[in-house]
């Protein structure tokens, strides 16, 4: 699977990573201590939705152009709004989308910091635009997995990382489990948060065993607009959360229902477990 973004700014997939993720940020950053977000496959940054790439598809109209908040609960409202308010015109097609890294911009204070690798040339010289000259951000040059190891702990020892690769590769899922493994036996503390797309179980379970062979206990929510296929357009995705916030579980079983229900409410499911460390042999 290749996942350019450009194509699917917006759809249902960021919708989903983005309103979680935002949900993360806000809830760490009721501590007053410093906060470091580390992004190991930042890409552009942001992402025009008037550009022939997101023309090609339009698949925002069914993500972000298909939210309706007023017709939300007040508690799914409330869990959104720090994302929407973010978002602003993308909902109507206009404008930039905001990836991870605008994101993260717009949400961190002023004492926080954020480190952004990728390695694509195109990409890199938007994400350098995007981030402009923000003395709390940095991009490097670099490959995401590399820099996963490389950048942990950070020094002011809270951070929130997101790993967020294009899935281009075949073996993808066993970098990334393999990647996950190594940088929570380097730094336990950290927040890590993997988003991976379902074509089939395979990968996803074998994601989902690395973890639990390896001793990891790890959040997993999962959210689909139609049962996925494996030689069809994208339909379901998830996330990977170790350390997740204390809140972030009941959050998702208020968030997700409500994103099912706007996104798709016909055949649309959402998922919420946990994966946990097996249980050594005796």
């Known amino acids: 699977m290749n996942y350019r973004h450009d194509f699917h700014a917006g759809n249902f997939a960021d919708v989903f990573k983005h309103a979680i993720l935002t949900r993360i940020l ?7 201590a410093p906060l470091r977000f580390v992004d190991t496959h930042a890409g552009s940054g942001r992402y025009d939705l008037t550009s022939a790439e997101a023309g090609r598809t339009n698949e925002w109209r069914s993500g972000i152009g298909g939210l309706d908040p007023a017709s939300m609960s007040e508690e799914a409202r409330d869990l959104l709004a720090p994302y929407l308010a973010i978002v602003g015109a993308a909902a ?3 404008g930039f989308y905001p990836g991870s890294p605008a994101l993260a911009l717009a949400l961190l204070r002023p004492f926080d910091r954020m480190l952004f690798c990728d390695l694509h040339p195109a990409a890199l010289e938007a994400l350098k635009t995007c981030v402009g000259r923000d003395k709390r951000a940095k991009v490097i040059a670099l490959d995401g997995y590399i820099g996963l190891n490389a950048f942990l702990p950070p020094i002011e020892r809270r951070a929130v990382i997101l790993i967020d690769p294009p ?10 489990a393999a990647s996950l493994v190594a ?3 380097k730094w336990r503390d950290g ?8 074509k089939d179980r395979r990968g996803v379970e074998l994601l989902a065993s690395r973890l639990r062979e390896a001793g990891m ?6 959210f689909q607009v ?3 296929q ?3 357009r994208l339909s379901a995705n998830g996330l990977i959360v170790i350390n997740p916030p204390f809140a972030l579980e009941a959050e998702a079983a208020c968030l997700l229902p409500a994103l099912v229900r706007q996104l798709a409410p016909d055949r649309g499911d959402f998922r919420i477990g946990w994966i946990e460390p097996q249980t050594p042999r005796t």
């Open 26 to 32: 806000v809830y760490l950053m009721r501590k007053p």
């Open 191 to 198: 927040v890590f948060v993997a988003w991976y797309p379902i």
């Open 217 to 222: 206990a790890a959040l997993r929510l999962e």
């Open 183 to 185: 940088a929570w036996r």
């Open 230 to 232: 494996p030689d069809q």
């Open 226 to 228: 139609d049962a996925p």
């Open 167 to 176: 899935f281009e590769s075949e073996n993808e899922f066993e970098t990334l």
């Open 92 to 94: 109507r097609g206009e």
